[in-house]
Nanobody, 114 residues
């Protein structure tokens, strides 16, 4: 199994930037993909970005061109660089690791407000 811990959330003004990190431990050699998801109050959790073991990436239309997902080669840490943040980006952000099963972190709050 895999343990995931997110960090880097906080309060930022519209137009600002944040960098989220997701530290992975455990059976990280079995990870085939990792992803960031978010859940705003009263809404369903949605996929933000995903990165595969080959480094292929995909983004939700709402964040394409503003967010960048990346990882180190050993799957120890995954990142989400978020630029030009908007109030609608406010949510709890979760990282997920896909192995035989899916593993989730506990989430980190991102609030975009003036």
């Amino acid at each position: 199994q895999v343990q995931l811990v997110e960090s880097g959330g906080g309060l930022v003004q519209p137009g600002g930037s944040l960098r989220l990190s997701c530290a992975a431990s455990g059976s990280i050699f079995s990870i085939v993909a990792m992803s960031w998801h978010r859940q705003a109050p009263g809404k369903e959790r949605e996929l933000v970005a995903v990165i595969s073991v080959l480094g292929n990436t995909n983004y939700a239309a709402s964040v394409k061109g503003r967010f960048t997902i990346s990882r180190d080669n050993a799957w120890n840490t995954m990142y989400l660089q978020m630029n030009n943040l908007k109030p609608e980006d406010t949510a709890v952000y979760y990282c997920k690791a896909k192995l035989k099963y899916d593993y989730w972190g506990q989430g980190t709050q991102v609030t975009v407000s003036s």
